[in-house]
């Protein structure tokens, strides 16, 4: 064989951090360690993997076509390291999930794989749909659970399970005495949002279409959290899923208003690289959350 494991390594983080430094300084290499590594890969084959800009290197053309392919070889290699070890069968994985999934359904998710799966080690990393998009392209996770809809032809994006969004305000709120809201009112109102980027904001434009340049939006926060603290404090009327909604409903901190004009329904996604290795963590995670979805077909 012409190449090592550990060639592909100094190639895949190079790639990740675009940088031979900062990717000397992940593998715990020195930087001409990793230079002379890209370099002998390069010149065995004949190639090249990167294009130099100062002291910023990208992809070429060809690297990027062979980044999943050695992703995949070096996912295969750690499944077949942890076997050899008699480590858990099902070995590491890192997840990743956007805002309303991650704080508020993939928490008891994980929990459940791990007494199925015990000694598995599973990390969670909680961002928009965005960057969550961003970090499946980019091998950063295995898998992403995101509320927006994508359109990346490199990526894999099937239906998990459905949601739907909720507009609310406070109790004191003039719109908690109204049975239902019109167009008229929707206009009016002062809205706390989700930031662009977030499935959130995108599942709400869509649902507002027609009047969503109308609408009067006086503030963009990254936390949903935040949204509900906001229109608690009285200064203005918020909309994220039900499942964010669930505790301030019941103890009547937050109140639900009507507005059955408007389609708030939507999915949330998981969302995989279409060359991506499914290792056997993987394939478990995903045998779960299929087998949930299927619980909500009707």
Same mark, same amino acid.
């Not at 992403?144 to 399970?161: A, F, M, Q, T």
């Given at each position: 064989?012409?190449?090592?494991?550990? &060639?592909?390594?100094?190639?895949?983080?190079?790639?990740?951090?675009?940088?031979?430094?900062?990717?000397?300084?992940?593998?715990?290499?020195?930087?001409?360690?990793?230079?002379?590594?890209?370099?002998?890969?390069?010149?065995?084959? =004949?190639?090249?993997?990167?294009?130099?800009?100062?002291?910023?290197?990208?992809?070429?053309? +060809?690297?990027?076509? +062979?980044?999943?392919?050695? &992703?995949? +070889?070096?996912?295969?290699?750690?499944?077949? /390291?942890?076997?050899?070890?008699?480590?858990?069968?099902?070995?590491?994985?890192?997840?990743?999930?956007?805002?309303?999934?991650?704080?508020?359904?993939?928490?008891?998710?994980?929990?459940?794989?791990?007494?199925?799966?015990?000694?598995? $080690?599973?990390?969670?990393?909680?961002?928009?749909?965005?960057?969550?998009?961003?970090?499946?392209?980019?091998?950063?996770?295995?898998? =992403?659970?995101?509320?927006? /809809? +994508?359109?990346?032809?490199?990526?894999?994006?099937? @239906?998990?399970?459905?949601?739907?969004?909720?507009?609310?305000?406070?109790?004191? @709120?003039?719109?908690?005495?109204?049975?239902?809201?019109?167009?008229?009112?929707?206009?009016?109102?002062?809205?706390?949002?989700?930031?662009?980027?977030?499935?959130?904001?995108?599942?709400? /434009? $869509?649902?507002? @279409? =027609?009047?969503?340049?109308?609408?009067?939006?006086?503030?963009?926060?990254?936390?949903?959290?935040?949204?509900?603290?906001?229109?608690?404090?009285?200064?203005?009327?918020?909309?994220?899923?039900?499942?964010?909604?669930?505790?301030?409903?019941?103890? @009547?901190?937050?109140?639900?208003?009507?507005?059955?004009?408007?389609?708030?329904?939507?999915?949330?996604?998981?969302?995989?690289?279409?060359?991506?290795?499914?290792?056997?963590?993987?394939?478990?995670?995903?045998?779960?959350?299929?087998?949930?979805?299927?619980?909500?077909?009707?």
């Amino acid at each position: 064989m012409r190449y090592t494991l550990r &060639q592909l390594e100094v190639f895949l983080a190079v790639a990740h951090h675009e940088s031979v430094s900062r990717a000397a300084r992940d593998l715990a290499m020195s930087q001409s360690a990793v230079s002379g590594s890209l370099a002998d890969l390069e010149r065995q084959f =004949g190639i090249q993997l990167f294009e130099r800009l100062g002291k910023r290197v990208q992809l070429s053309g +060809l690297g990027r076509s +062979l980044q999943p392919r050695a &992703q995949a +070889l070096i996912d295969q290699a750690a499944e077949l /390291e942890a076997g050899l070890g008699n480590q858990s069968s099902v070995g590491p994985l890192r997840v990743g999930a956007t805002l309303s999934v991650g704080n508020y359904l993939m928490v008891p998710e994980i929990a459940r794989f791990m007494r199925e799966h015990p000694g598995a $080690r599973v990390t969670l990393d909680v961002a928009n749909t965005a960057e969550i998009a961003r970090k499946v392209l980019d091998f950063e996770i295995d898998i =992403g659970l995101v509320e927006g /809809e +994508l359109h990346e032809p490199e990526l894999e994006v099937s @239906h998990w399970r459905p949601d739907e969004l909720v507009v609310f305000c406070a109790p004191n @709120h003039p719109f908690a005495k109204k049975a239902r809201l019109s167009d008229a009112d929707l206009v009016q109102a002062s809205w706390i949002v989700r930031e662009p980027g977030s499935g959130t904001r995108q599942a709400f /434009e $869509r649902a507002m @279409h =027609g009047i969503l340049a109308e609408l009067e939006i006086v503030l963009e926060l990254q936390h949903t959290e935040a949204i509900k603290s906001a229109v608690e404090a009285g200064l203005g009327v918020g909309c994220v899923s039900r499942i964010a909604l669930e505790d301030s409903f019941r103890y @009547h901190t937050l109140i639900a208003c009507s507005v059955p004009q408007r389609d708030f329904r939507r999915s949330f996604y998981l969302v995989l690289h279409k060359q991506k290795y499914k290792s056997a963590a993987l394939r478990a995670l995903l045998e779960q959350f299929r087998a949930q979805a299927a619980a909500f077909v009707p």
